[in-house]
């Protein structure tokens, strides 16, 4: 097998094999530049050169880990450069691997290789565009053996002679089972017992004609159970007419492959066979369990399978495993938008905060995937020009979400990511997907490996946004970056098995919900806002809309209670890696105590939790409602405390009107509502004052809200004590509260 890398820079003269030139062996695969020494080939795939009179694979360019030729300054394979092992079986190969090594990576190359050629395969049933190119050329005979160390090979000649023979295994069949359960009279009359019924004998337990085992059906088992096993293993499809037991897949992999036992047991019976037809099959069976054993092989075009543009099949690799048929469920504006960009992947999900399953609900999850090579660090680096076009996609779907409930719209089926009350939008999963193949020195156990089928998070987040402190705000936006084992992407997708790329659908949705939740958790703290008995939360939400904006978002319609997402000031290094300064994260911090002081005075403000994949709110009793109040309702009383050491004290106590001074102003009321003055007075209250006059002043020095109060308006001669009236000095209430308040206190 000869060995290239897409977009890797070979020198064209170079020999490789046989006395014949880079551009020797590949002239008659695909076009090679005349007048250039040095040239990339843009493909991924399988072919066959005639001139080398050997098998040709492409690998993805994902191979090259990023670890660089000291010499060169190149990347390599393996710690390799992949001028020098082109050829696989040449003596550069050996001295450059152990022996171990160099069997392990071929057997690694030969698994990778039938994975590609089974991912073009079934990307070419669906799609039929100009990125596959097609070669025809006149087929070989079949001369004499030659080494194929490709299992690819393998199966494609298993493939080939099941096609092109049905008629030699219906023969075999028919004769191997000709006269079989016949009956034995004579042994039958012999050796059982009759029965007499109505004069007529009758054997229960009559004997059969014997069957002799036969090496050609043992042989036919052992070839069909080969087919079966790699249609089960590598999605291949091939035509099984003939109902043998055959050996199971899981015996065959463990007993036939890895203990060598389907070597010696063809070895056993070989000397049974005579016929060509036999003989092949013994062969192709053998070469199967035996790499190394040399097979002649029948090149057809067919067999000529090579991509000129692998990025848009791992584009539909992707798509196809992680969205599924969502995609083409969704408006067309959203995945071709109007300013002509196309997104890449789309689904409706679970929202980041909550668990639900009303489609109004849940949540956009927008993605882009890359296939590009890594870096030293064993990174997928990202382009400016990337983030911000994924940035786009989100805005786009943010308006065009708008546009449709703002223009009255009822479509039950799409999620509304603006929330009315609170002006907040439930957060998008914006993420980028690129794939990785594991190396020794970051794979770890996982080298190399088809079955790793783990979603993994690149470090850091690239943070959108207008405004600091605004987690539900429409302009912040945050892009994760992930990986995926490219090696389990092509298998899974190469099988076409849809019941395993619905599971692995399920799995990494669930990854990237449960993976952005944590980042978010470690940038914000989350707490729950149910309201107070009594208090128009509706009126405060609307009256301190400039210091709530963006931290507030009710996750479900018309639920009483709310979220509260805040900057979390001990995060100092991952908001430093988001460019946000010490400075501005100290400031948010102080403003952050001072919102939830005022929250408390209208809200029960949990502490603060962890958004989780089944997040719940526990239910409260004796809450309030967030729904707009009627005007009977409306808050105009100013609370406040007198102590019994105040000078105001006596004054109070009189019930005289006078001046009053409150020297914390209340920053979470509007005081321009403030009609009335409710005070409570050495521990108790029992009426309040007409408020004629509401302006800043000063006292003793100091800023103060002042009060200029006339009418005194009893409640009557009960006094109420201030423990049982649950309120607190700086906060309005309603007429109707503060009456049923009192009433309920002299009852």
Known sequence: MLLFIEGYPYNLNEIVKDDLTVRDVLRDVVSVPVKEDQYSFGYVGYCYSKAARDVIFFLPKVVLTGEQNEESGHDTIFGASPQEIIDLDSEKVRSKFTEEGCKEYKEFLSTLSIWVYRTISVYKQSHNDNILENKEYQAESRGRKRKHNTLLDVIIALRDFNKNNQDYFTFIVKNVHSGFNKINWNKTISNSQAFIQNGVPVYIEPVNRKKMVNFDEELLVIYFSILNYVRETHGFSFEINIHYRLINPDILKQLYIKKNLGCRRLKQIKYKYFSDKALRIWDLCYAFFDREYKISMNRQSEDFLLSKDFEHIFEVMIDNL???????????????????????????????????????????????????????????????????????????????????????????EQPQLRDSLTEGYNPIPNFFISAKIPNRQYGGAKFMSFDDKELKTQDGVQLNRQFENRLFDRDTLLLCHYDVNFLYIVSLYGRNNKSAQAAWREYVRKEFRSKIQNTLNKLYTFRTLHPREGMDCYQFIHDNFQYLNGKLYRPRTDSNYLILALMKEDELTMWKSLKIKSETIEKEAVQNKELLENLHTHFYVSSPFNLEPEFHVNHLDNVGTLKKLPKSEVKNILTGLVRTSDKDYEIFSSHISKTYAMEKIPTSINVMDIEFFLPMVGGDIDGYYKVEKVYLGTKNGKLCLKLNLSTYISLGETKVPIYRAKMQPGELISYSYMVQLYDSNND
């Open 322 to 412: 992680i969205g599924g048929n969502d995609k083409q469920e969704l408006p067309k504006e959203l995945i071709e938008q109007k300013d002509g960009k196309l997104v890449d992947h789309m689904f409706i999900g679970q929202g980041l905060l909550e668990q639900s399953d009303l489609p109004s609900e849940l949540t956009y999850y927008i993605g882009d995937s890359k296939y590009y090579k890594r870096s030293k660090s064993d990174r997928t680096l990202l382009g400016d020009r990337a983030i911000y076009k994924q940035y786009t996609y989100a805005r786009n779907v943010i308006q065009w979400n708008m546009n449709l409930f703002l223009d009255g719209e009822v479509n039950r």
